[in-house]
């Protein structure tokens, strides 16, 4: 019988914090701190999260369309 702590054979996204994109969404928070929330100071940062959590969707949905209902 296998372990529910067993890691899946990719990272998980209902966590922030498992995601790839962490480090991003990391770096925009800390620039809204730093800005005192100002966010055109941050647009910079949204945009690079923004990019990585696209090629995350698009990874996603690449490894559901080579999956095999059927092995």
Known sequence: MASRASTPPYPSAARIADSPCYPQYAASLKCLEEF???KSE?????????ECK?????ARLERNRNRSFFS
Do not use: I
């Open 36 to 38: 005192r929330s100002n």
């Open 42 to 50: 941050c647009q910079e940062h949204f945009d690079v999260y923004k």
């Open 54 to 58: 696209k090629k995350e969707r698009e």
